[in-house]
């Protein structure tokens, strides 16, 4: 009877000890799960806050509109501009570059020192400070190579930063690409370029893309390397146009052009003590979240498709 | 094999595809040349950026001496009466960075342990994308949270608080890098064998108990490793700082005071107007110098860590 008594009495002992370890677990799940949260929670407030703020600047005029002194009639329109083309100089520089560096490693690199050196490299400019790129620019293109504080070095200058971001995807996405496939075209007598050009990079495509998109949209996004090689901040004109009506229909002018860029002008207006540029700065701030979001949107959507739909 | 062809008697018609495989073959050697080139470009970045720093900083230290440099306790290159001592600069660098761990380290190692040993796959499938959206929010949209919403919102807990302070941007600075570190430490943690798991819940131990006692210290290498890689990302960190804790050097470590950091005083530089070759253009290679050789050492360690201390299964 005793023994009895006292195998129920640790029973529910034992019991009371599961359940007590169980709650453990759920209140544990609740509270990660309110850890990973905090950040989207803050990314809510913050959207939710710049739309607020800056409300009575959303119209057209806001981005036809010069930067003024005024704040209420100031706008985007030499920003927004600045930003397309030096993402266009950023794009033509890091997208050949990046991919062609990620080929090499992945498919050409023999396995020795100097392959070691360059994967080394391409880590450790991955964890340099974006403002250190400044400085290089500062340094190498605007007083090493005379191209002044022009849309020319902005863009070569993020080109730079997002070469590591390039490199990686394009490595990542053609790792994925099975060794049939290129036995396959090695065995109908395509060269090693060949079956590069035409069936690994034409395979991961869609991998190198969602690194040129995230790439682009850190582009788009990044303050601290253009402030440093010394932008304007208040520029009442557009570079000359890229495309003009008479032959040879394309000039080069605007590469040498003075220019602002759409994070730079929400800096500027920030650093304002007067309250009614920061309005304009909060604008500024919804319009680059919406853009940069969508982009990086895009590149998780065309990843996750990508992984869904390929099964070699 | 096509020089053996070459070499054959010149009555011999060489065909046209065997000059056509000749042609190939120089082609292919042209493109791997051209290929690699383009992967030296991020040696070429590297030294570069090395060569540009020691050189221009290599000027400014002709200027002021080193032992000044490391000693003195104020940073008043732009003055009259001019210091140049990085202490300053330092100190509110580290201020923040510690800040932003303080608020990054627990809250990213509790998202990694959830995220790994909690979540289903397909909360795990929801929750990754929205943290590797996080990551791509330009930091001086945060910077304008880090003003115009965090700090009101301290000084209303602390109304003695400045507007510029170290405290909100540090906070901030911390959320960043929530993602950065949590997915790092995920990542160690995943990599620990499932049989580990499964022996700790064959002796009864719930996930709770298995992902402290058991997983946490198998990974504890790579969790660590993905603690120093956030503490450089804090380091370098630019905007949030250079618009929400101030431009003043200030050799303090009290969170609720204003502070330039390294980033900040190379911004305030920049944006002013200051000549070419003069001792002020020259002072942010110099501090740019100091900023790097911070994140490298910590990067170098976060990598060897994750590297060496790893155990292997």
Known sequence: MTTQASVLENLAEVRAMIRKHKRNDFIFSIVGLLALMIGLLTLLTLFIDLVIDGYPRFNLDFLTNYPSRRAASAGLLSAWVGSLLVMLVTFFSAVPMGVAAGVYLEEYAPKNWFSDLIEINVTNLAGVPSIVYGLLALGLFVYGLNLGESILTAGLTLGLLILPIVIVTTRESIRGIPVSIREAAYAVGATKWQVVFHHVLHYSSGGILTGIIIGMARALGETAPIITIGALTFIAFLPPSPVSDVAPFINFEWLESGFTVLPIQMFNWLSRPDHAFHINAAATGALIIVVTLLMNGTAIWLRYRIRKNIKW | ?313
């Not at chain 2, 290599?58 to 032992?67: A, N």
């Not at chain 2, 290679?285 to 050492?297: K, N, Q, Y």
């Open chain 2, 1 to 313: 094999m096509v020089s053996q062809v070459l070499q054959k008697p010149a009555e011999l018609p060489i065909s046209a595809r065997l000059a056509k495989n000749v042609r190939r073959h120089i082609l292919e050697r042209v493109i791997e040349f051209i290929l690699m080139l383009a992967a030296l470009s991020a040696v070429a970045t590297t030294i570069s950026i090395v060569v540009i720093l020691l050189y221009e900083s290599y000027t400014f230290f002709e200027h002021v001496s080193l032992f000044d440099f490391l000693t003195d306790t104020e940073w008043t290159p732009l003055f009259e009466n001019a210091h140049y001592g990085i202490l300053p600069l330092v100190s509110g660098t580290l201020t923040t960075s510690a800040i932003a761990l303080a608020v990054a380290i627990p809250l990213g190692t509790i998202g990694a342990i959830y995220l790994s040993e909690f979540a289903s796959h397909r909360t795990r499938e929801i929750v990754k994308p929205i943290l590797e959206l996080l990551v791509g929010v330009p930091t001086v949209v945060f910077g304008y949270f880090a003003l115009l919403f965090v700090t009101p919102l301290l000084q209303k807990i602390f109304p003695e608080l400045p507007g510029f302070n170290m405290l909100g941007p540090g906070i901030v600075m911390g959320i960043m890098i929530i993602p950065y570190i949590s997915s790092m430490a995920e990542d160690a943690m995943r990599a620990v064998p499932m049989s580990m798991r499964e022996g700790s819940y064959a002796m009864g131990a719930t996930r709770f108990q298995t992902a402290i006692r058991v997983v946490t210290p198998a990974a504890i290498s790579g969790i660590i490793a993905a603690y120093i890689l956030g503490i450089s990302r804090a380091v370098g960190e630019t905007m949030v700082v250079a618009l929400a804790a101030g431009q003043q050097p200030n050799l303090t470590f009290n969170p609720m005071e204003s502070a330039a950091t390294i980033t900040a005083y190379i911004v305030q530089v920049a944006m002013g107007d200051l000549p070419h070759g003069s001792i002020g253009y020259q002072s942010i290679f110099a501090a740019g110098l100091v900023l790097m050789l911070m994140t490298l050492t910590f990067n170098i360690i976060g990598h060897l860590t994750r590297k060496r201390f790893r155990e292997v299964y």
